[in-house]
């Protein structure tokens, strides 16, 4: 516009004072760059307010018809203006403005009859425009949907429409609310993408306006987010339906709907309720070898190898499957394993699951947990201490499996003797079991016990190779050979059946990783009821400390009553695991 006919007018108007008006008016960015009226509720009238206007003949716009196209106004429309200011005093003219015709934008210049009405949309658009925020979001989209084509629209308004739906990408108010209609945050650009190429294909003039007046915010967000929703489940169902099955796989608040062949059977979960030493694995073993096809779940190798050896000696086929060894025995329709081997898969009539109370495990917990939910057994056993009881009530009630309990009581009570060791191992027995809580310190025992006294030692410890672990055992238990004294880690108190007169703790403390902290009192109490075996030649147990400051804490703890336990271990199965792979 620095060259023309334009400048030249400007030139014109250079003498009066309202020369800015006439600026603005030329100069104004929605009027000279759209070919389209400009319309809103929200933006002053664009056109300019004369107050003085200069007076011109009409004849000095046509001499430049000839040569010069305008674009952006008529020329008979300005014409009539200043015919009309003439005939109108100064002083009135405020007055008038009201009335006079407003400029329209057209592709060839404006038009005598486009000039008649003050509002340039109609009052039905106008309507739309005013309840477009109360309207259903359902509505306004099938609106678009239903739409043969976009109406025309101005680039500004386009720009707008760009910038807000590049907030509305980026919102992370809207991806948060995007993934409770299961709308993954992986996915929700792609979404927004395919949204906004399907609004600007078919979007009206109305709800543009009304989006445009929000402009790029939350405002905008809020408005376009549920027609986003049903645009989404209407076009892209099947990314809907996959992640939601992620999602509800994900879900650990609501275990007692996995493993649905298991919750398809009536199981009956039987719990043997009792300490150590009372009978209960000897009967739910009884049970396990009667069945045509049973599974026995140790918390050890070393017991699931004992169960193998007995199971077979006894005339039932059994095979034995832990995470060092695999043994298959012909035709045998039994499996002794340990519980994270366990196959929920496989159907069998009868399962034991021993020690149900190392569900409470931090690190091996989970596999307790699976195995009562997933087992696929018409009758289960569970052997434990009663620490969990209410929470296999709780999961028997969700998964609606019948439970029955049985309690047992020890044999013969546990005694504990007032006089300990008093420092020194010299006082060693024989048929006692010294439990240290560290590689090192077992050893250390074992070489001060062979070296002041006559005694051999056997020594248990969690990491010996399961062979060995056998033999030590063995020989332990075998009262013919000279080794009468067994040291040995925690790993004693999980139902491994040795032959054991008195069991002394060598101390009442170990390192947890981090720091030396007391042994729990429930682990005190199921080491030291491994002593005294019903059918041994020591069937009264004793219990004792090697110093005399650990002696009070043993006492406490075998006097405490087992608590309560509110948390289980959990973790995904292996099928969850596998969908985020």
């Known amino acids: 516009m620095a060259r023309g006919p334009i400048r030249h007018l400007l030139n014109l108007y250079s003498t009066k004072n309202n020369f800015s008006s006439v600026t603005n008016f030329l100069h104004s960015n929605r009027f000279l760059h759209h070919l389209h009226p400009f319309e809103s509720r929200f ?87 005013v309840q477009i925020p109360n309207r259903d979001p359902v509505e306004i989209y099938k609106d678009i949907r239903d739409a043969v084509k976009s109406e025309k629209q101005s680039r500004a308004d386009w720009d707008t429409l760009t910038e807000i739906f590049r907030s509305f990408s980026k919102s992370g108010w809207a991806s948060n609310q995007a993934l409770a209609v299961y709308i993954g945050a992986s996915f929700f650009p792609t979404a927004v993408h395919e949204f906004r190429k399907f609004f600007f294909k078919k979007c009206k003039t109305d709800l543009v306006k009304y989006l445009v007046s929000l402009g790029p915010g939350d405002g905008a967000d809020k408005f376009l987010f549920p027609v ?14 996959r992640f939601r099955k992620m999602v509800d796989s994900a879900d650990l608040t609501k275990p007692h709907t996995w493993f649905p062949f298991a919750r398809a059977m009536k199981r009956k979960i039987i719990y043997h309720c009792g300490p150590t030493n009372s009978g209960k694995t ?64 496989e159907l069998y009539d009868v399962a034991v699951i021993d020690e149900i109370q190392m569900m409470a495990d931090s690190s091996r917990g989970y596999a307790w947990t699976r195995a009562l939910l997933g087992l696929k057994a018409d009758e289960i056993h569970l052997c434990g201490d009663p620490s969990v009881l209410n929470i296999v009530r709780k999961i028997c009630s969700d998964t609606g499996d019948e439970l029955v309990e049985q309690h047992y009581e020890r044999f013969k009570p546990l005694v504990i003797e007032a006089k300990t060791l008093l420092g020194d191992l010299k006082n060693v027995r024989s048929g006692d ?100 075996r019903r059918g041994s030649l020591y069937p009264d147990g004793l219990t004792t400390t090697l110093h005399h400051d650990d002696l009070d804490y043993l006492i406490e703890c075998l006097k405490k009553p087992f608590d309560d336990v509110k948390k289980v271990g959990l973790f995904p199965f292996f099928e969850q695991v596998e969908l985020f792979g």
Do not use: W
């Not at 011109?56 to 200011?85: E, G, M, R, W």
């Not at 986003?228 to 339906?241: A, G, L, M, R, S």
């Open 43 to 129: 933006y002053p009238s664009p056109h300019p307010q004369i107050t003085n206007p200069m007076k011109f003949k009409p004849s000095y716009f046509t001499q430049f018809s000839d040569f010069y196209i305008f674009p952006y106004f008529n020329v008979h429309t300005i014409c009539a203006l200043s015919d009309n200011v003439k005939k109108e005093p100064t002083s009135n003219l405020t007055e008038k403005v009201e009335s006079e015709p407003k400029l329209e934008c057209g592709g060839d210049g404006f038009t005598e009859s486009e000039l008649g009405n003050e509002d340039t949309g109609s009052e039905h658009e106008r309507l739309n425009f």
């Open 228 to 241: 986003f929703v049903e645009f989404c489940i209407e076009e892209f169902p099947d990314e809907i339906k």
């Open 282 to 345: 000897y009967n739910a073993l009884q049970r396990f070898m009667e069945a045509k096809k049973g599974v026995y779940c140790s918390p050890l190798r070393l017991l699931a190898m004992e169960v193998f050896d007995k199971v077979n000696t006894l005339g039932v086929y059994c095979s034995l499957l832990t995470g060092q060894e695999k043994k298959d025995f012909p035709f045998s329709n039994h499996v002794a394993c340990t519980v994270e081997m366990v196959s929920t898969d």
């Open 433 to 532: 079991c010294v439990v240290a809580f560290s590689r090192r310190e077992i050893f250390e025992v074992k070489l001060a016990i062979e070296k002041y006294t006559n005694h051999r030692c056997c020594v248990i410890y969690g990491a010996l190779p399961p062979e060995t672990r056998r033999q030590q055992a063995t020989l332990f238990n075998d009262q013919d050979n000279e080794f009468d004294v067994l040291v040995a880690s925690d790993a004693v108190g999980m139902g491994l059946n040795l032959n054991i007169r008195r069991v002394v703790f060598y101390n009442l403390s170990k390192y947890n990783g981090d720091k030396m902290v007391p042994v729990p009192a429930s682990q005190v109490k199921q080491i030291a009821g491994r002593a005294g």
